[in-house]
């Protein structure tokens, strides 16, 4: 294959050295985390509350789980048309795809560890005197911690991946997602070669390091 298809290694490498020195691939970059960051941690916290209130009431876990397995089988992509009618071009469109990609996976995980919890526990904590919060924050929160843990991991995966294609898609001008399509777009394959090295490198760094420290950190008992 011609290098002007399948560039080496070797002119990617440069190509990101000298892209690492530019100011707009930096913003690029920064976006990128900004939108992840903001989609992400809404993700978790809604996917872990909504999971452990359904541990609590039974009415409402009947219709959450209903819901959510319905709305798990839609593509995070299929949504973006939605809401960029809704919101417009921008960041919002985008953060919500990420949103919801990471959402499920934590929520689902959340309500299958309450589910698995011995009832005899809760009933010796109920005789005990334990109200609801007591019950979701002593009993409930340390056992789905493994939960948790899995789901902000599968959540992540999902999150990274959706992000990228929703910024390919989103109508944005900014963003690595952005950086990739547009370099196809005028067949500078050194920059798309570049581009989802930089995206490789980011999830592996991110997955394989701080997620990994941060589990074995929460379930240090596991890995004595």
Known sequence: MPSYLIPSPVQVLARL?????REAFLVTIGRTFVRLIAGF??????GLAIGLVSGIWNFFRRYSRAVVSILQSVPPIAWVPLFIILFGF?????ILVILISAFFPMAVGVMNAVEQIEPA???VARLLGASRGQLLTKVY???VVPAVIT???VGFGNAWRSLIAAEM???VNVGLGWFINFSGEVADMVGVLAGIFVIGLFSAVLDG???ERFKRRLLRWKYV
């Open 141 to 143: 929160a340390p056992e």
């Open 17 to 21: 050295s000298r892209e690492l020195g």
């Open 151 to 153: 789901g902000a991991q």
């Open 209 to 211: 390091y701080f997620l």
């Open 121 to 123: 526990r809760v009933d």
């Open 90 to 94: 921008g960041d919002y469109p985008i």
């Open 169 to 171: 898609v989103g109508g």
């Open 41 to 46: 941690s809404l993700a978790c916290f809604l």
